[in-house]
């Protein structure tokens, strides 16, 4: 009697029906396809009574239906469920197993056609892969001798790592050829522990995990999520692991099948999100205290000063010691204002001396690996304040204390101090400092609109030059006039600025640039 439960985990919707088309096996990605459950299908339901397909000579499955006698390739057509809500396209093939039994292939991919763009690579891939299989299951027909040796043919086409292992952790012989990419070896006759990469010192803990498997002293759905969840790739790809049980007459486990997916590209994604989401938080805590920022950022690269002297001599055990305490402070601080790489870093450093905390001393070895971990966090940490120079300014602690007060409050202010009676040129000083506005902090903007012009046209442009941008003017009066220039920038770019190479042929620089001049003339603002 075949066991098909190693079809439970594939994704694609799997039966296996009899000669009148009557189910006799389905997983729960088939039962989830017919909106339905295994029990209401195996043994009592009919393909073709539960779905309609366009392609003609299949369903209902006779002697004269495609799949009876030879394999199909992945056949393409339209569905519609018959007791559901559901209709749109879907992959089908139809493999004969030992003359009684026949195995069926659903793949819906009625939402791949809406994927995003950046999938429809992989969806040519796929496409390319369903032209193609009828040619790759002609070649392997020729060798197939057994109805394992079929299923075996099947999950190669999968893209998953599949082996098994039995209750000594021994590797069967069946095995996807995946596996010599995703887990970077052959499985068969060889320990899963190294197929795994199980390092040595928790190999103990591995096989202590694999026996209470086999025993079954907890259920195996508790017990799965205490063994690896990741192989270790040589190459940083993100390979998942899970475990399913393979059960004999008996009930009995006999072997362990494990399935190791590449999910890089998704694991990536993640991580970006996660990136994202910490920078968003980081932005709001500074905005919320930002000389309390400031100065942690700023204590930083003292910090790192004192570490890096330190790991520059001898680490003895009283130094070893300090130097564990600044970068756990220093993590602790990096995760209150969100630095998620900084507290990454701290983290990775004080992993290179946890172990030797109470040892008299580190090997020099270790203190070269502990040295390297810190000019890498410093590094990282000048990259941090070089990319974000526009919104972190170490330069603001100079100036001392800061405090942000209300246009409405100096308003208040200033009004105080007229009926004070305060002289003229007091009331003009205040009026400068803080009712004024330099002219350079109201025209650097239409840069960034300048550029995006530019490049929305394939045209070249230097950044705008602003000479008397040092003026200071009150911003008010002027609002509609700078409303205005927008235009007057878009078209200066666009009708004023010739592509690059029409002015490298009449002898000009391929790159543009646009300069506006600010002066006083008659006591009033002139832009030029």
């Known amino acids: 009697m075949v066991d098909y439960s190693v079809f439970d985990s594939i994704l ?34 009919v393909l073709s009574d539960f ?69 429809r690579s992989e969806l040519a891939q796929k496409e390319e892969y369903a032209r193609n299989l009828e040619k790759l299951v002609e070649a392997r027909t020729a060798e197939l001798r057994s109805v394992n040796q079929s299923l075996n043919a099947i999950l190669n086409s999968l893209g998953q790592g599949f082996f098994t292992f039995n209750k000594k952790g021994e590797c069967g012989p069946i095995y996807t050829r995946a596996c010599e990419t995703i887990l970077e070896k052959v499985p068969s006759g060889e320990p899963a522990w190294q197929i795994l990469a199980i390092e040595e010192h928790h190999r103990p803990q591995f096989h202590q995990w694999t ?14 999520a205490l063994g690896p969840e990741i192989y270790p790739h040589s190459k940083g790809r993100h390979i998942t692991l899970e475990f399913y049980p393979i059960r004999a007459d008996g009930n009995s486990i006999s072997e362990v099948v494990v399935v190791a997916t590449d999910k890089t590209a998704e694991h990536e994604a993640q991580q970006k999100l996660e990136i994202e989401r910490q920078f968003g938080a980081m932005i ?46 220093l993590e602790g601080e990096a995760g209150a204002f969100s630095m998620r790489q900084l507290r990454l870093d701290a983290r990775s450093c004080q992993e290179c001396i946890e172990d030797y905390k109470s040892s008299e001393a580190i090997p020099g070895e270790v203190q070269q690996v502990y040295l390297q971990a810190l000019l890498d966090m410093k590094g990282r940490y000048e990259e941090f304040l070089s990319a ?14 800061q405090v942000e007060v209300t246009y409405e409050t100096l308003r ?11 002289d003229a040129r007091l009331k003009s000083r205040y009026q400068d400092l803080f009712f004024k506005v330099s002219l350079q902090s109201r025209l650097t903007y239409f840069d960034g609109l300048i550029q995006n012009v530019a490049e929305r046209l394939g045209k070249k442009v230097r950044p705008l030059l602003i000479e008397g941008g040092d003026l200071r003017i009150f911003p008010e009066p002027h609002e509609k006039i700078f409303a205005t220039m927008v235009h007057a920038f878009r078209n200066a770019v666009d009708h ?8 490298e042929w009449i002898g000009k620089d391929p790159a543009g640039q646009i300069k506006i001049k600010a002066e006083f003339f008659e006591q009033k603002m002139r832009l030029v």
């Not at 296996?16 to 043994?43: E, H, K, M, T, W």
């Not at 004023?496 to 002015?503: I, N």
């Open 12 to 45: 694609d919707s799997a039966f296996v029906i009899d000669g009148d088309g009557r189910v006799v096996y389905c997983n729960d990605a088939g039962a989830a396809f017919f909106q339905s459950s295994i029990r209401r299908l195996v043994n009592k339901a």
């Open 284 to 329: 709001l805590k500074y905005t919320k205290n930002k000389e309390q920022f400031l100065l942690f950022l700023a204590s930083i690269r003292q910090t790192m000063v004192k570490l890096l002297s330190l790991a520059k001599h001898p680490l003895l055990s009283s130094e070893l010691n300090e130097s564990f305490r600044i970068l756990h402070t």
């Open 496 to 503: 004023g600025l010739e592509m690059p190479e029409e002015r």
């Open 211 to 224: 026996e209470t498997l086999f025993n079954e002293v907890l259920p195996f759905d508790d017990l799965r």
């Open 412 to 422: 208040g202010f200033y009004q105080e101090l007229s009926d004070a009676g305060i």
């Open 388 to 401: 974000n120079e526009n919104i972190f300014s170490l330069s603001d602690l100079k100036k001392g204390r």
């Open 51 to 119: 779905v309609e397909i366009r392609e003609n000579n299949i369903f209902p499955f006779t002697e004269a239906s495609l799949g009876r006698r030879e394999p199909t390739p992945f056949i393409e057509t339209e569905f519609n469920l018959i007791k559901g809500d559901r209709k749109g396209k879907l992959q089908l093939a139809i493999r004969p197993l030992n003359g009684e039994h026949w195995l069926v292939f659903f793949r819906d991919v009625s939402l791949e056609e809406a994927l995003y763009t950046k999938f």
